[in-house]
């Protein structure tokens, strides 16, 4: 498979504080690469410096073979970064699919706040609305006000309205946190069925090992801030390293 991302030598610190030491990191065309490693570990940090949010003080990050190291968070947005967040953000007023249609809407108009939409493009909107309802299970639920939604619905719309960007790769930071075990359980399907329909690449930090096992082609382990082993979810679980410091008794808690 080719490599869509390529992080190299990532060092990020706070003040004195050292939390990412010498990270390297690849997200292929297509792959789920899931990121663990215990609390404090550098997860959350990883991922904002691979999405724009954080800029590394060293090494460089590399997307489809252009060095986006220095690029802001939202220009990431416009060369193919889909991003949820661990408090899904959608318009609790609006219904699901005029949610959706403000999702084409701002990816229509490409971050320009008052810029036009091409009237081809809103024309084809009707058409991409079905087919986000369809994939991401709303179709029943198309005129529900997002504010009356489930905590596990609304992170879904909020994963149909990055879909509706269209991005070539999703970053994904705790998908379930605060869910329900059977919300765990829909999400983990769903974010299956998105995979196969849409052949995305998915790059998530996640505690729950079994959305972990269920979704990782690729897992990668932080301890400390930095890539103790990246593998194949069976190469992970039988990694002492890993068992010793995250999915042994000492990590039991956190699966
Ligand atoms: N803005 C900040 N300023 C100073 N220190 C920070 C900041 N953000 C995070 N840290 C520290 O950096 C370290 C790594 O934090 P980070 O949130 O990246 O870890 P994590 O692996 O995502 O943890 P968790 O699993 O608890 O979310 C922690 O020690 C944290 O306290």
Known sequence: MSTLLQATTLDKSYGPIRVLRGVSLDIA?????????????????????????????????????????????????????????????VFTKLSVQDNLRVALEAGARRGNPFGRVPAARAAAFDAAIAAL???????????????TLAYGDRKRLELAMVLALEPAVLFLDEPTAGMSAAERQASVRLLQEVKRRRGLAMLMTEHDMEVVFGLADRISVLHHGELIASGSPEEIRADARVQEVYLGDEGAGHA
Request: glycine share 14%.
């Open 29 to 89: 065309a297509g792959e789920s690469h899931v990121v663990i490693g215990p609390n404090g570990a550098g997860k959350t940090t990883l991922f904002k410096v691979l999405t724009g949010e954080l800029y590394a003080d060293r090494g460089q990050v590399l997307f489809q073979g252009a060095d986006l190291t220095r690029m802001p968070a939202h220009q990431r947005v416009h060369r193919g970064f889909g991003r949820t967040f661990q408090v899904a953000k």
């Open 133 to 147: 309802l369809d994939d991401t299970g709303f179709t029943a639920q198309r005129e529900a006000v997002a504010g």
